[in-house]
């Protein structure tokens, strides 16, 4: 501890009262600005008329509040879908590449580096019109596809970054290389992954909205419904405004719901630190007799 009471880190240096002053500035300068940028923002919605009764009433029809919830619903239907299947094949993917198998690991290292170069669009695009493929499968595929080469590529780094020792004591303890990746690598690994793998997940999310270039009616694709049907003139900022919260909001649940993850497992028992009793003077090995007096 500090004299102020601040606790030391090795990160970075206590700041001073200077420094705090400064940050201090810095802060009040940094907020004052984005409330301008909000002000300005706002004043060029309302002189333009976004704010009056005509462009908000439509959303009072119970229409158009089932076709946003339907949109909604089909959204999430995807993304959990693609979530599951991404974090499946990401997994096998990423086995396949830290294999001792040279085909194998050559095979998943091709699939991985050609699934991750190849655009999204162009896949689902692919998969809709070349194989003739029902909107909701071939968006679900493409997301797969794009996301789970991706999420293997942060588990096989996940677990690349465990120290080497805890493997080569894992071997040494006579742990086959199965027992080794679920009992000792993994499970380090997966608190380093744990940020990437949300962020690839809210990805995810996001490029659902791609799905109405391609008629599935996801959330996005009731809003540009809503929007071409009513008398609105470009662009469609209510419309705009009604969606985007929801998306924010929904990314920001999955960001709470990974740090909700993150403070569980460190208040699990699995994972919480044993005490070990302290070494006492004239510990016996196992096997050997208590001396009964000085050795010549």
């Not at 499946?88 to 050609?114: K, N």
Request: with cysteine; charged share 15%; hydrophobic share 50%.
């Amino acid at each position: 501890m500090t004299a102020s009471g601040t606790e030391a880190t090795a990160l970075y240096d206590i700041p001073g009262p200077r420094a705090r002053r400064r940050h201090r500035v810095y802060g009040v300068l940094a907020t004052a600005v984005l409330a301008g940028v909000a002000a300005w923002a706002g004043y060029l919605l309302f002189v333009t008329g976004q704010f009056t009764y005509t462009k908000w009433m439509p959303f009072e029809y119970r229409g158009i509040q089932e076709l946003l919830l339907r949109g909604l619903g089909n959204t999430l239907k995807a993304f959990a879908t693609a979530a599951v299947l991404a974090l499946a094949l990401g997994g096998i993917l990423a086995a396949g590449r830290l294999s001792d198998h040279a085909p194998l690991r050559w095979l998943s290292t091709l699939v991985v580096e050609f699934f991750r170069a190849m655009p999204l669009l162009v896949m689902i695009f692919f998969i809709f019109v070349a194989l003739k493929v029902q909107p909701l499968p071939a968006l679900v595929a493409g997301l797969t596809l794009y996301n789970g080469s991706v999420l293997a590529e942060v588990f096989r780094s996940g677990v690349d970054s465990v120290d080497r020792g805890q493997r080569e004591a894992a071997y040494a303890l006579g742990m086959r290389k199965t027992q080794v990746m679920s009992y000792v690598l993994v499970p380090q690994a997966v608190r380093a992954m744990l940020p990437a793998i949300i962020s690839q997940l809210v990805v995810a999310l996001k490029d659902t909205s791609l799905g109405y270039l391609i008629t599935y009616e996801e959330f996005l694709h009731a809003g540009k419904l809503i929007a071409s049907n009513l008398d609105y003139d470009l662009p469609f900022i209510p419309v705009v405004m009604v969606i985007s919260p929801i998306y924010i909001g929904m990314c920001m649940l999955l960001s709470w719901f990974a740090r909700w993850v993150s403070r569980w497992e460190r208040r699990s028992p699995k994972t919480g630190a044993v005490d070990v009793a302290a070494a006492e003077p004239g510990t016996l090995l196992p096997g050997e007799a208590p001396p009964t007096g000085p050795r010549p």
